[in-house]
């Protein structure tokens, strides 16, 4: 157990809807970042925050949004929902701003109908 | 081309061999390399982690990197049943990256009983 926590762990939706998932990261660490894993395109960056503050930005489409809240727990919003969508959503964390020791949840697995 | 190349493998052993993984890479900027093992439908665990070339041992684990070729590995000794699981590599540029992580696709190991 990586002490880094994911909610929920299935999502089933339909295309144009909008998700949230949510991210809870270890308690020492205040970087979060999300991936999102796909098996065409593997294990991809989303984006990372650090203390609050967007930090980088990967291949994110416009139609996914995060914040990451004063508590520290993160949030990835996902609209207008494709079935291209349909992936296994992680989150990582790690102590501070440019940290390469990233530590795991177990995922969100999102399917799109 | 990716970044990272990763055999995806699947690749099968006996319980007792030696396993090798391999990694390839195209951006010398990387100072920082990964090893996660996942297994079906869980998080990616950090197995190692090493900082520009070298070698580095951790039980039956060993990873090795070799800048001047662009190229790591992950051995396993005397590989158990319970090495079976996918196994990603990840690299990193270090503290300009803000950090991003970029993964191999993974190659998938069964380890035969």
């Known amino acids: 157990d990586s002490g880094v926590t994911q909610t929920p762990k299935h999502l089933i939706t339909a295309t144009g809807q909008r998700v949230t998932l949510r991210c809870s990261p270890r308690?020492?660490?205040?970087?979060v970042y999300w991936y999102q894993q796909s098996l065409d395109q593997g294990l991809q960056f989303l984006i990372h925050y650090y203390n609050g503050e967007e930090r980088a930005k990967g291949n994110i489409l416009e139609r996914f949004s995060a914040q990451q809240f004063p508590d520290l727990h993160s949030e990835l919003n996902l609209s207008s929902l494709e079935l291209g969508d349909s992936a296994l959503y992680f989150c990582a964390s790690s102590v501070g701003p440019d940290q390469e020791t990233q530590y795991f949840g177990p995922g969100t697995r999102l399917l799109v109908l | 081309q990716k970044e990272v190349e990763q055999d995806p493998g699947p690749l099968s052993v006996p319980e007792g061999a030696i396993v090798s993984l391999n990694c390839t890479y195209s951006?010398?900027?990387?100072?920082?390399f990964m090893w996660y093992r996942q297994y079906s439908r869980k998080g990616p665990e950090l197995l190692m982690y090493?900082?520009?070339?070298g070698n580095k041992e951790d039980g039956r684990f060993t990873a090795q990197v070799d800048k001047s070729s662009k190229y790591i590995s992950l051995f396993i000794r005397d590989s158990q049943p319970s090495d079976s699981a996918t196994y990603l590599c990840?690299?990193?540029?270090?503290?300009?990256?803000?950090?991003?992580?970029?993964f191999g696709q993974g190659t998938t190991l069964q380890v035969k009983p």
């Open positions: 090493t900082y520009s070339s």
């Open positions: 951006n010398s900027a990387f100072q920082y």
């Open positions: 990840a690299m990193s540029p270090g503290s300009s990256n803000t950090g991003k992580l970029i």
């Open positions: 308690s020492e660490d205040l970087s």
